[in-house]
């Protein structure tokens, strides 16, 4: 598989992807964070750029086929009925939105992630949408551990902080690349690629819940967590002993 090779032999392409991918959210971000916030605009944003995202590293005969324009109609309505269909993403939506908590917002876009990918990948050929399915996981990795980083960061503790954000990006790497290309040099390349988006986002999330802190939130105390994705799948997919549920 074209896609699988040249991730698996190319850092600087995952670090390209995953840099678009974060790009996108940033610009989902600055729509979730106006004042009131527009979660239907920020959402279809993400769902538009993180789509874009994903055909950089697809081939031209993929991304242009029949089966494809369908991955992207049903992309688009996973990511838009989504927040009305499952009640924990609409619920975190929902507090986001009344309470300014972007700990619930980070939470409800990485459901909205890894629920869409489960759902439209299956119409991609197996391999592909095995590659988009780990590239999501990847960002929702990334996304995760800037979380982790900001409530580190609210406690104080900046060296946290730092490790939750690489430990993030390491898990997103791993999302992507073979166990012999899991090493130093794949890591920093990837964390020197991402350094200016991910600090943008961190730095405007970081305002909006000091804005949010300052007006009535309170303080919440930082719990380290490993990193584990959930072994139970839904029905048709199969847990493949490592982290994904396999179609």
């Excluded at 999501?136 to 730092?162: Q, R, S, W």
Aim: net charge negative.
């Amino acid at each position: 598989d074209l896609i699988r090779e040249r991730l698996a032999t190319d850092s600087d392409a995952v670090a390209a992807a995953l840099n678009e991918g974060m790009s996108a959210v940033m610009d989902a971000m600055l729509y979730f964070t106006r004042s009131p916030p527009d979660a239907a605009a920020g959402i279809e944003v993400l769902a538009t750029k993180l789509l874009a995202a994903i055909k950089t590293f697809l081939p031209d005969h993929l991304s242009e086929s029949e089966g494809f324009k369908e991955f992207e109609v049903q992309w688009h309505h996973s990511f838009t009925t989504l927040p009305a269909m499952v009640q924990s993403i609409k619920d975190d939506l929902v507090a986001f939105e009344e309470e300014g908590d972007t700990e619930k917002l980070v939470r409800s876009l990485n459901g909205i992630l890894l629920e869409a990918s489960a759902t439209v990948t299956k119409l991609l050929p197996e391999q592909s949408g095995d590659i988009v399915a780990r590239y999501v996981g990847g960002v929702v990795d990334v996304l995760d551990g800037i979380g982790d980083g900001l409530e580190a960061i609210e406690e104080g503790d900046a060296v946290v902080a730092v490790e939750v954000i690489y430990r993030g990006v390491q898990a997103a790497t791993d999302d992507l690349v073979p166990p012999e290309f899991q090493n130093d040099d794949t890591y920093r390349l990837v964390v020197e690629s991402l350094d200016v988006t991910v600090g943008s986002l961190s730095s405007h999330v970081m305002q909006y819940r000091k804005h949010m802190l300052e007006s009535s939130v309170c303080w919440r105390q930082f719990r380290d967590r490993p990193r584990k994705r959930p072994q139970a799948c839904d029905e048709g997919y199969t847990w493949d002993g490592e982290q994904w549920c396999i179609y």
